[in-house]
């Protein structure tokens, strides 16, 4: 694609991310110089008010994906889009968010659990099981190349330079940082970001006034002139909206299970107070709402670029976004909102690299090789450096990974990543909910349904058994559903089984 900044642009961008990573710098060594062991780095060591957790989770639940990747997906695809990503998902999600977080962090705090996988085997009393999880978020490394080629794309096109140097900028910075700020600077830096996001998030949806000068109906009408289906609910010739099931019933199922991740239900133990547990959420869903309905510039940027492409090159699924911002916007407003897509993808990368971090440490590194490790004592120290290894080496995998999506996606790396994440989250949705509505569920259940889950989930999707499935590019939404479903059932049957052979003997 070629680039369209401007040198005004360029110079102005260049001087505001500096700015930018500076201030962030600032946060990082502030909450840095407070955290004394892995803990005050999982969950932090300060009181944060629910205010600012609120707006931690809005950021945090908001990434590249929702800001610059699923807007895209909206532009190819039309009005069928939003509806999946714009509508039926946010309110699966919230539903999901007000139900679940209470019941975790009843728990996380009963149980003193610093992360997703530790909560799992102090719930279900089993090491193994915690062990099994720590291996299972690797999958979130999917998330991680998302942001990471999200970013690039925004920094490559508003810097007018060369993507894989961004994305080795990115990694660098991203990551060194995040080996010494923790939970402590996340929250802080969160809270800025999702207010700059906010803005953003307003100026971004501004932009499309002009395209309702004759109403609603005159906005159907430019829309209806794309092209057959792109102003319809349903878009049969997209890989992703094709139906109601894909649409509707898909999407509710991975709204209300995707809040399983480390970084969204675990937002709740930064809390000190049950009483802030409220206003958290509702703080944190009313700043969503309106970061959920971004992903509508998606059809403004296909206004503005009908055939998607720029003096004869087509522009990528991934840089559609970018492209616009730095196409439509006067200089300085359009530097303001590449900041606020910065912000987004920030918030969240920071998010997974802290929570992924220190569930590696606490419950992979330090079971199996704790004892030769801290066998000398000083176990704060070296769990900290043991932690800021786990960041490295997570650095480069996601270096790696990123560098081959950003060369050569398959249609999208939000396939890729919501391939890797929706295995995560289904996996852990049926020993969330069991472990939080169900009393006396078995081990042998809850991990035999997360076997189940990881199984059905990738046979769907490599082993194309569905009539959905059997397009070069497959929409993982159909394998996450069947995977959570079939888990569900496998779940409910082992666990009122075992209660019944049990009220026999």
């Known amino acids: 694609m070629q680039n369209v900044a401007s040198t005004e642009q360029v110079t102005a961008t260049w001087i505001v991310v500096i700015i930018y990573m500076a201030a962030i710098l600032f946060f990082v060594i502030r909450g840095s110089l407070k955290i004394k062991n892995i803990t005050d780095y999982a969950v932090g060591s300060v009181h944060f008010s629910p205010f600012a957790v609120g707006l931690a989770l809005a950021a945090s639940m908001t990434s590249a994906a929702t800001f610059i990747i699923n807007p895209g997906f909206i532009a190819l695809y039309g009005l069928s889009g939003v509806l999946s990503f714009g509508i039926v998902m946010p309110l699966a999600i919230f539903v999901s968010l007000i139900l679940l977080t209470k019941g975790f962090r009843k728990y996380g705090t009963n149980v003193s659990a610093l992360t997703m996988a530790q909560w799992m085997g102090k719930v279900y009393d089993s090491k193994a099981y915690a062990l099994f999880f720590a291996f299972v978020s690797l999958l979130l490394v999917t998330f991680i190349v998302l942001i990471c080629v999200g970013l690039s794309q925004v920094l490559a096109g508003a810097l007018g330079a060369d993507p894989v140097t961004v994305l080795a900028c990115v990694v660098i910075f991203v990551f060194g940082y995040m080996m010494f700020g923790g939970a402590n600077s996340m929250v802080y830096t969160n809270s800025i970001q999702a207010v700059l996001m906010f803005v953003v998030a307003i100026v971004l949806l501004a932009s499309g ?5 004759e109403g609603v109906n005159g906005f159907l009408r430019h829309l ?28 509710i199922v991975i709204g209300i299970a995707i809040v399983c991740q480390p970084h969204i239900i675990t937002k709740s133990l930064l809390l000190k107070n049950d009483k802030d547990v409220n206003r958290y959420l509702i703080t944190g869903i009313l700043v969503l709402i309106v970061f959920f309905q971004v992903v509508i510039v998606g059809l403004f940027a296909r206004l503005y670029f009908p055939e998607l492409s720029i003096n004869g090159s087509t522009i990528p699924m991934d840089g559609i976004v970018s492209a616009y911002v730095v196409s439509r916007f006067p200089t300085y407003v359009g530097v303001l909102v590449i900041l606020g897509l910065i912000s987004a993808g920030l918030s969240t990368l920071e998010g997974l690299i802290q ?22 004592g000083q176990r704060d120290k070296r769990e900290i450096a043991v932690n800021k290894g786990m960041i490295i080496l997570l650095a480069l995998l996601s270096f790696g990974l990123s560098y081959e999506q950003l060369l050569r996606p398959n249609l999208s790396v939000g396939i890729f ?27 042998k259940t809850v991990f035999v349904a997360s076997i189940t889950a990881l199984l059905v989930h990738f046979s769907v999707y490599y082993g194309r058994f569905l009539p959905y499935m059997q397009e070069t590019v497959n929409n993982p939404a159909i394998a996450s559903t069947w995977a959570i ?18 009220a026999h003997v």
Request: with cysteine.
């Open 209 to 213: 006034v002009e395209y309702f000068g």
């Open 224 to 251: 209806e002139s794309i092209g057959p289906h792109f102003a319809e609910w349903t878009n049969p010739d997209s890989l992703l909206f094709r139906d109601y099931f894909e649409i509707i019933f898909c999407q």
């Open 355 to 376: 929570s992924l971090s220190s569930s590696l440490t606490a419950d992979l590194i330090n079971p199996l090789f704790g004892k030769y490790i801290y066998a000398n």
């Open 417 to 443: 990543a919501q391939n890797g994440v929706y295995a995560y989250f289904s996996t852990a949705f049926v020993p969330v909910i069991f472990g939080m509505f169900l009393k006396q569920v078995r081990l």
């Open 485 to 502: 479903l079939s888990s569900i059932v496998v779940g409910l049957i082992m666990h009122y089984s075992i209660k019944n052979k049990e």
